[in-house]
C-alpha cells in the first residue's frame, strides 16, 4: 500500500510494546507486488508496517491510517519530545 501510513492506536499499546503510538510508520505490501491489505484465518485484516528493525505485521483494527505526505517526514519526532 505505497503513500499509507499508520499509526497504533494508544488502547493498544500494551500489545505491541516495539511500536509508539506517537509515531507514524510507512505501511509496507504484506508480499512484492500486493497492494491489497491480507485477512488472516480468522478473517482478520492486517498490515504490515516498515519499522527501523524491520517490519511488523499486525492486525489493521488497530491502527490508524493516514495518505503518507512528503511533509510528515519534515515533522519533529514527537517520541523525542514525550
Same mark, same amino acid.
Given at each position: 500500500?505505497?503513500? =499509507?501510513? /499508520?499509526? #497504533?492506536?494508544?488502547?493498544? !499499546?500494551?500489545?505491541?510494546?516495539?511500536?509508539?503510538?506517537?509515531?507514524?510508520?510507512? %505501511? /509496507?505490501?504484506? $508480499?512484492? @507486488? =500486493?497492494? !491489497? *491489505?491480507? =485477512?488472516?484465518?480468522?478473517?482478520?485484516?492486517?498490515?504490515? #508496517? @516498515?519499522?527501523?528493525? @524491520? $517490519? %511488523?505485521? #499486525?492486525?489493521?483494527?488497530? #491502527? &490508524? $491510517?493516514?495518505?503518507? *505526505?512528503? &511533509? %510528515? /517526514?519534515?515533522?519533529?519526532?514527537?517520541?523525542?519530545? /514525550?
Amino acid at each position: 500500500m505505497p503513500g =499509507v501510513q /499508520a499509526r #497504533l492506536r494508544s488502547e493498544h !499499546q500494551r500489545k505491541y510494546p516495539e511500536l509508539s503510538p506517537s509515531r507514524w510508520y510507512e %505501511v /509496507a505490501p504484506i $508480499f512484492p @507486488g =500486493v497492494t !491489497q *491489505r491480507m =485477512v488472516n484465518m480468522a478473517g482478520e485484516r492486517l498490515t504490515r #508496517l @516498515g519499522t527501523t528493525r @524491520g $517490519f %511488523v505485521i #499486525l492486525r489493521a483494527e488497530h #491502527l &490508524e $491510517f493516514r495518505p503518507a *505526505r512528503d &511533509e %510528515v /517526514a519534515a515533522e519533529p519526532d514527537t517520541e523525542a519530545i /514525550a
